[in-house]
T-cell receptor, first 114, second 117 residues
Framework: EAEVAQSPRYKITEKSQAVAFWCDPI?????LYWYRQILGQGPELLVQ????????DSQLPKDRFSAERLKGVDSTLKIQPAELGDSAMYLC????????????FGPGTRLTVT | AQKITQTQPGMFVQEKEAVTLDCTYD???????LFWYKQPSSGEMIFLIY??????QNATEGRYSLNFQKARKSANLVISASQLGDSAMYFC??????????????FGTGTKLQVIP
């Protein structure tokens, strides 16, 4: 069964350092989502791509976060510089069509900023 | 704006018993959808069940059923015959289409379910 891949699974970084996460959606899925999940809360959408275009980044802290999906396939989420409050689980999800409700989630990257 | 409220931070249930996890929502949209996801301690989000706002019958998927009461704006998850493997966080979520026609999903804060042997 096809799955969403994410790496790394765990990342520890010092504050002010740069960090990057990678996501490879299920093949053929045009829509890709990055969520941030702070401990004890539900996931919050950071950015949504349709193919290579950003369609929603209203909750992305653009002064330090950036996301790209250059060829409309895999995606990278970057934080520079990392802050203590960025410690969270970063989840990637994909869906076949932007209006289809089925989202398939990857295993997530757990980030700890020290 | 959409809002999901889960008022039960934690629940206990005896193995083989049924349990109801509460979810209320707020939206001004006429067309929307409601989900439930399970998140084990390993972290991945597992889709359980979906209910569209125009669906006339309550959704069911195996041991999971969604008690959808549109007038009350509630979408409670019922798990029948609880199993030890059901111990996890459960998130209620709502989808709506934004002005660009793309779906946006809003999650609640979750309920931690623990199944007791």
């Amino acid at each position: 069964e096809a799955e969403v891949a994410q790496s790394p699974r765990y990342k520890i970084t010092e504050k002010s350092q740069a960090v990057a996460f990678w996501c490879d959606p299920i093949s053929g899925h045009a829509t890709l989502y990055w969520y941030r999940q702070i401990l004890g809360q539900g996931p919050e959408l950071l950015v949504q791509f349709q193919d290579e275009s950003v369609v929603d980044d209203s909750q992305l802290p653009k002064d330090r976060f950036s996301a790209e999906r250059l060829k409309g396939v895999d995606s990278t989420l970057k934080i520079q510089p990392a802050e203590l409050g960025d410690s969270a689980m970063y989840l990637c999800a994909s869906s076949k069509h932007p209006t289809k409700y089925e989202q398939y989630f990857g295993p997530g990257t757990r980030l700890t900023v020290t | 704006a959409q809002k999901i409220t889960q008022t039960q931070p934690g629940m206990f249930v005896q193995e083989k018993e049924a349990v109801t996890l509460d979810c209320t929502y707020d939206t001004s949209d006429q067309s929307y959808g409601l989900f439930w996801y399970k998140q084990p301690s390993s972290g991945e989000m597992i889709f359980l069940i979906y209910q569209g706002s125009y669906d006339e019958q309550n959704a069911t998927e195996g041991r999971y059923s969604l008690n959808f009461q549109k007038a009350r704006k509630s979408a409670n998850l019922v798990i029948s015959a609880s199993q030890l493997g059901d111990s996890a966080m459960y998130f209620c979520a709502m989808r709506a289409l934004n002005s660009g026609g793309y779906q946006k999903v809003t999650f609640g804060t979750g309920t931690k379910l623990q199944v007791i042997p």
